[in-house]
Nanobody, 124 residues
Framework: QVQLVESGGGLVQAGGSLRLSCAASGRTFSNYAMGWFRQAPGKEREFVAAINWSGGRKFYADSVKGRFTISRDNAKNTVYLQMNSLKPEDTAVYYC?????????????????WGQGTQVTVSS
């Protein structure tokens, strides 16, 4: 069992930045691929970014490529999402997810553990 707790959400103006953190506990963090997903009101939960166990492989949704950066610190059991040049359409609840795997996936159905989510609101 892995417990995930997100933090760092908030209200920011368009063009601003936020850094989300996701702290993991319960199992060996470096065994897990990690992902960030988001869900806006009335929409499906969608993939944002993912990183493999070592941090050597990263994937991004086209909508955030070049603006968001995913990273991890296995010594701190934490994964991060640095979000720059934020847009109003980035407004959503952001979720951290984990799956015990050496590869890395971009589908929400591949992930077994989820955090409670953190709200990100970007004003225009």
């Amino acid at each position: 069992q892995v417990q995930l707790v997100e933090s760092g959400g908030g209200l920011v103006q368009a063009g601003g930045s936020l850094r989300l953190s996701c702290a993991a506990s319960g199992r060996t963090f470096s065994n897990y691929a990690m992902g960030w997903f988001r869900q806006a009101p009335g929409k499906e939960r969608e993939f944002v970014a993912a990183i493999n166990w070592s941090g050597g492989r990263k994937f991004y949704a086209d909508s955030v490529k070049g603006r968001f950066t995913i990273s991890r610190d296995n010594a701190k059991n934490t994964v991060y999402l640095q979000m720059n040049s934020l847009k109003p359409e980035d407004t959503a609840v952001y979720y951290c997810a984990a799956v015990e795997a050496r590869g890395v996936g971009t589908s929400k159905y591949e992930y077994d553990y989820w955090g409670q989510g953190t709200q990100v609101t970007v004003s225009s």
